[in-house]
C-alpha cells in the first residue's frame, strides 16, 4: 500500500492541556527531568575527547584504538537516532527515555570498571545506542507536554542545556583527568542518570498519540540504518583515506544507493519509518537542512579552535574550556531568550539573524593569528554562540512542530541525526580543506621561518594541528632557536590552514541564512499538549 495518505489519520484534539495535578505530567518538571538526561549525554560528546590521551596510556592503546572509542559512539549515536525515535513513537516517550537513561548511565559505570580498551570501545558503542533512546525522546516528551504557546521557551531550555553541557565537557573533562583520574569522566554519569531515573519515575507522563504508528518498518530500519553506517564511516575515514581513494568513493557510492533504495521502500509499506510525506512541509525539510549547514559550520569550525587554543596559544585543556567561556554564556543566555523572540514573531526571523551573526563571526575568526589576545578572540566566539542559540531552537521547533504528533519521535530523531551528519560532514570537509592549505603554505613557511632545505613531511600532519612533536627537540643537532623556528613555521601554516576553512564555514553559514527563509511555525505545534494521553 502507498504511504501517499493525509497526514492525520485521526482527527486530533485540539482541545487545551488538561489541569495538572500534583508532579506527573507537570511540563515545567518534565523539562528539567528530560534536561538531566539529555545534559548527560551532551556533555558526554565532547568530555572524552579530553580524556583519550589518559586512557591511551593507562590502557597500552593505540591510536586506532582511541578513535574507535571516540567514532564507535558517534556511529552507534548517528545510525541508531530516527529508529530509536520510533520506537519512543511506538512504545511511548517515557519509557524509551527511562532506558535510555538506565543503559547509557550503566554503559558509562562499565567503562570506568573496564581494564582493556576493547571493552572499553564495546561499551561505547552502546553508550551511543542508548544516548540515541534517550534524545529523541526527551524532544517528543517536550512536544507532548507543553502548548503551543511554550513550546518554543521549553526548546529554547533543552537548547541550553545542550549548548552549554557540549561546550562545558572539555572543562569538566580537564579537571576531572587531571585532579581525579580518566575513570571519573564516565563514572559521573552514574549519579547523574540515577537521578534522572527518580525524577524520571516520579515526573515524567506518558504521552501518546492516538495514531500513533502499532508496527514496525524492520526493511526500512535496516536499509536506514545500513545507508547512515556507510554514509557517517566514509566521512570519519575520508580525511585518513583521503577524498579520492577508492574505499572512501565506495563508501559513498554505498550510502548513495542504500538511501534511494530506502526511499523507494519507504513508498511501499504500509506504516513506512519516515513517512516521506513529512518532506511535502518545505519548513520541516529547510528546517532539516537548516540543522546539517549550522552543524557543519559550528562543529566543523569548533574543531580546530581547540587546536588552536591548546597548540598554538599552549593553553592546557581547563585554559581552553575556559577561553570557550563566551560561547558558552551566549548560548545560555541566548537559547531561552531566542525562544521568546521565536514565540512572538515566529522562527524565520531569529534564524535568518542567527546565521548571519554566524556568519559574521566565522568570517571575524579568519582574522585570528597565533598572536591574536583573549579579548578579540572572546568577542568572535560571544557573536558566534549569540548566533547559535536562536538556530538550535528555531530549526528543532521547525522539524518538531511540523510533524505530526504521532512522529514527533521520528522528528526528534531526524532533528538530531541532521546534527551528526551535519557535524561530521563539516569536520571532514573542513579537514580536508585544512590538508590542502597546509600542504600549499607549508614549504613557503618553512623557508620564511629560515629553515633550510625542504621541511620533514612528517611535520606536514604536525602542521594541520598546530603543534611540533616533542622528540623534534631531541633531535641531534637541535638547538633552542631552531626548534622556535620550526614552531613559528607550523604555527604560521596552521593558522592559514585554519582561517581557509573558517572561510568556507562562513560561505556555509551565509547559505544556511538563506534557507532560513523557507521555515515558518509549526504548523502542527498546536496538537501538543493534551492530545492523546494514555
Not at 570498571?113 to 525522546?137: C, D, H, K, W, Y
Amino acid at each position: 500500500m502507498s504511504s501517499q495518505t493525509p497526514v492525520a489519520h485521526a482527527a486530533p484534539d485540539l482541545s487545551a492541556p488538561e489541569p495538572r495535578k500534583g508532579l506527573r505530567g507537570h511540563p515545567w518538571l518534565t523539562l528539567f527531568s528530560v534536561a538531566i538526561g539529555v545534559m548527560m549525554v551532551a556533555l558526554d560528546g565532547t568530555i572524552v575527547a579530553i580524556a583519550n590521551p589518559a586512557i591511551q596510556a593507562d590502557l597500552k592503546a593505540s591510536l586506532a584504538d582511541v578513535q574507535w572509542i571516540t567514532n564507535g559512539y558517534l556511529l552507534a549515536l548517528a545510525v541508531s537516532l530516527i529508529t530509536a525515535g520510533k520506537l519512543g513513537d511506538r512504545f511511548g516517550h517515557r519509557q524509551t527515555f527511562l532506558i535510555g537513561v538506565v543503559g547509557f548511565a550503566l554503559a558509562s559505570g562499565a567503562i570506568g570498571l573496564s581494564g582493556e580498551v576493547s571493552l572499553v570501545i564495546t561499551f561505547r558503542v552502546l553508550q551511543g545506542i542508548f544516548g540515541a533512546l534517550l534524545m529523541p525522546a526527551a524532544l517528543g516528551l517536550l512536544r507532548a507536554s507543553f502548548p503551543a504557546e511554550k513550546l518554543n521557551m521549553a526548546i529554547g531550555i533543552w537548547g541550553m542545556v545542550i549548548g552549554a553541557s557540549t561546550a562545558g565537557g572539555p572543562i569538566v573533562g580537564g579537571l576531572l583527568v587531571e585532579h581525579v583520574n580518566w575513570q571519573s569522566v564516565f563514572f559521573i554519569n552514574v549519579p547523574v542518570g540515577v537521578l534522572a531515573l527518580v525524577l524520571g519515575l516520579v515526573i515524567l507522563k506518558d504521552h501518546r498519540a492516538r495514531n500513533a504508528p502499532r508496527s514496525f518498518d524492520i526493511p526500512g530500519i535496516v536499509l536506514l540504518s545500513g545507508a547512515m553506517f556507510c554514509l557517517i564511516w566514509a566521512l570519519i575515514k575520508a580525511g585518513e583515506w583521503g577524498w579520492g581513494d577508492a574505499k572512501t568513493l565506495g563508501f559513498l557510492a554505498a550510502a548513495v544507493v542504500v538511501f534511494a533504495a530506502f526511499a523507494i521502500l519507504e513508498t511501499k509499506v504500509r506504516e513506512p519509518l519516515i513517512p516521506l510525506r513529512m518532506f511535502r512541509s518545505v519548513p520541516l525539510t529547510a528546517g532539516t537542512i537548516l540543522m546539517v549547514l549550522m552543524a557543519f559550520a559550528f562543529m566543523g569550525g569548533l574543531f580546530f579552535v581547540t587546536f588552536y587554543l591548546q597548540n598554538v596559544h599552549g593553553l592546557s585543556p581547563v585554559d581552553s574550556g575556559l577561553h570557550l567561556l563566551p560561547l558558552t554564556a551566549m548560548m545560555i543566555v541566548g537559547s531561552p531568550a531566542a525562544g521568546a523572540l521565536i514565540t512572538k514573531f515566529g522562527p524565520r526571523i531569529p534564524l535568518v539573524g542567527g546565521m548571519v551573526f554566524t556568519a559574521v563571526a566565522m568570517f571575524g575568526m579568519t582574522t585570528l593569528s597565533t598572536g591574536t589576545g583573549t579579548l578579540t578572540m572572546s568577542l568572535w566566539f560571544a557573536l558566534l554562540g549569540l548566533g547559535l542559540a536562536p538556530v538550535m531552537v528555531g530549526a528543532t521547533e521547525v522539524i518538531v512542530g511540523n510533524a505530526p504528533l504521532e512522529l514527533s519521535g521520528v522528528a526528534g530523531g531526524l532533528q538530531q541525526a541532521a546534527m551528526q551528519v551535519g557535524g561530521s560532514l563539516g569536520t571532514a570537509v573542513l579537514g580536508a580543506v585544512m590538508s590542502s592549505k597546509v600542504a600549499s603554505d607549508f614549504p613557503a613557511n618553512w623557508t620564511k621561518a629560515g629553515l633550510p632545505g625542504a621541511p620533514d613531511p612528517a611535520l606536514k600532519a604536525a602542521a594541520e594541528v598546530g603543534a611540533v612533536p616533542p622528540q623534534v627537540a631531541q633531535a641531534p643537532g637541535m638547538t633552542p632557536q631552531i626548534v622556535d623556528r620550526i614552531g613559528t613555521a607550523v604555527h604560521d601554516t596552521f593558522v592559514s590552514g585554519m582561517g581557509l576553512a573558517f572561510t568556507v564555514a562562513c560561505a556555509v553559514a551565509v547559505v544556511a541564512a538563506v534557507v532560513a527563509l523557507f521555515t515558518k511555525r509549526g504548523s502542527n505545534a498546536e496538537a501538543g499538549a493534551g492530545v492523546g494521553h494514555i
